[in-house]
T-cell receptor, first 115, second 115 residues
Framework: DQQVKQNSPSLSVQEGRISILNCDYT??????FLWYKKYPAEGPTFLIS?????DKNEDGRFTVFLNKSAKHLSLHIVPSQPGDSAVYFC??????????????FGSGTQLTVLP | DGGITQSPKYLFRKEGQNVTLSCEQN?????MYWYRQDPGQGLRLIYY???????QKGDIAEGYSVSREKKESFPLTVTSAQKNPTAFYLC??????????????FGAGTRLSVL
């Protein structure tokens, strides 16, 4: 049962345009959401996050939007640059039965920014 | 520089052999995690540890073992009972408490292959 879903395995965008990556979740207990960026053969790098009490968080070219009623979040990258080409993972955080916060990851979206 | 160091970067396992993946952090983080990534999939949690001498099973703990004798170190042993060990293994850590406890920081990963 996938609690965090990224339904688009890949996305191609022209340089300078907007990239929109989407993520859906099913568990209402998730209260913090994160986006990670990953290059091949490297560990994921934290990009941006949002608490469930907010609906938008912005950091430079990156903005994350949260729609709690739809259980949907999205990452907007404006303007997109070739260096943004990577796999983007959505993750959701909540308390586990072991009293530790855990992250549940989506399957990732490969973003390719074309020059 | 503070960070998470995983070694080796590449590891080969023979049939029936146990192998140990190293993870060391100098971030003074309390919690540490081990994930497995397979092609086209998200990260799946193997084990995690909140404090020294304590650890909990994640979603796919069978065939793996861990120890947490020091705060800085969280080695993962892939035992011969793990029948499909070929994957990319990622170690992460996070400070406990507060919103910052949601953000996990990752090492560069170890790619394990079976000979």
């Amino acid at each position: 049962d996938q609690q965090v879903k990224q339904n688009s395995p890949s996305l191609s965008v022209q340089e300078g345009r907007i990239s929109i990556l989407n993520c859906d979740y099913t568990n209402s207990m998730f209260d913090y959401f994160l986006w990670y960026k990953k290059y091949p053969a490297e560990g994921p790098t934290f990009l941006i996050s949002i608490s469930s009490i907010k609906d938008k968080n912005e950091d430079g070219r990156f903005t994350v939007f949260l729609n709690k009623s739809a259980k949907h979040l999205s990452l907007h990258i404006v303007p997109s640059q070739p260096g943004d080409s990577a796999v983007y993972f959505c993750a959701a955080s909540g308390w586990s039965s072991g009293s530790a916060r855990q992250l549940t990851f989506g399957s990732g979206t490969q973003l390719t920014v074309l020059p | 520089d503070g960070g998470i160091t995983q070694s080796p970067k590449y590891l080969f396992r023979k049939e029936g052999q146990n192998v140990t993946l190293s993870c060391e952090q100098n971030l003074n983080h309390d919690a540490m995690y081990w994930y497995r990534q397979d092609p086209g999939q998200g990260l799946r949690l193997i084990y995690y540890s909140q404090i020294v001498n304590d650890f909990q099973k994640g979603d796919i703990a069978e065939g793996y073992s861990v120890s947490r004798e020091k705060k800085e170190s969280f080695p993962l042993t892939v035992t011969s009972a793990q029948k499909n060990p070929t994957a990319f293994y990622l170690c992460a850590s996070t400070p406990q408490g507060g919103l910052k406890g949601n953000i996990q920081y990752f090492g560069a990963g170890t790619r394990l292959s079976v000979l």
